[in-house]
Every structure is written in C-alpha cells, then in structure tokens.
C-alpha cells in the first residue's frame, strides 16, 4: 500500500450504471467492448491501460455509475456512445487487487483500515480509480488491478 499523487487525466470510453450487484458483470463486459472499439478513439495515450472511474458516494443521477475509459491526450472527438471524463489531480491511497472481481471488496476493506490507521481520510466525493495494464484477464476470474482511493 501506498500513496501517490496522479495529474490531470481525460477519459474517453463507456459509463455503466446497473444494480450493485451486476457491476462485477457488467464492467467487464463493457471493457470488452471498449477494447473492440478502442480503434475508434483518438489520441490514447497508453492503449494497453485501462483506466475505471467512479465517485464512492451516491450524490446524484449524473455521478452514478462506473465508467470503463483510456486515458487520451486530448478530445478530438468522441465516438458515438462513448463519453468524456476530466479527472483532476488527486492524492491517492493505492493497492493491488490481484484475483477474482468479486473479491474487490476485501482489498477495498484492507486499503481502508490501512488509511484508517495511518490517519488517511476517504474523499467520498471524488473520482476513485482502478487501473490495469492487463486487458487479456478481464475475465473477472483472474484481475490484477491497481485501486486508487481518493484521500484527503
């Protein structure tokens, strides 16, 4: 575990929102279509990362949901029935979830009792990421995924 800071990132690529229950199905199957369409994206800056973003809290209809994105340079254009994503930067309590997508929970719960116990608070309301470089495990039975929780 550990805390890092991350630049600016724009996001282009595909929002799910689904009961909470569905998403450990419904995001991998979005980052499998987002790789079949990935030719459709300008500007990528690293197409082998995989870059999900969220906000921890339920605040509204519009920040509801996980949204299953590359990191580009710049908006050119974006393709039909992708969106757009500004990250700020942001300070981060990081670990590495390596397993099953169910399982995320538990590294989740570890991350935050380590935060907890290092005096680190959740900034509920932020952009929270999970990023990988390993687009061939998007199986959900074997993820290696790092989990970026926005701190204070």
């Known amino acids: 575990m550990r805390v ?53 809290g339920d605040y509204s209809e519009a920040e509801d949901g996980y949204w299953v994105c590359v990191e580009v340079k710049d908006v050119v254009e974006i393709p039909e029935g992708m969106v757009f994503v500004m990250i700020p930067a942001q300070t981060y309590a990081v670990i590495r979830h390596t397993g099953p997508n169910h399982e995320i929970r538990h590294t989740y719960e570890t991350l935050h009792k380590w935060m907890r116990e290092n005096g680190y608070e959740r900034k509920l309301r932020a952009w929270h990421l999970e990023i990988t470089e390993k687009w061939d495990v998007l199986d959900a039975s074997n993820v290696e995924v790092d989990l970026y929780d926005t701190i204070q």
């Open 4 to 56: 890092t800071e991350l630049q600016e990132m724009k996001l282009v690529g595909l929002r799910v929102v689904c009961e909470g229950d569905q998403y450990v199905h419904e995001i991998p199957n979005a980052a499998n279509l987002l790789k079949s369409r990935l030719h459709e994206i300008k500007e990528v800056l690293n197409p082998v990362r995989l870059v999900g973003a969220f906000i921890a």
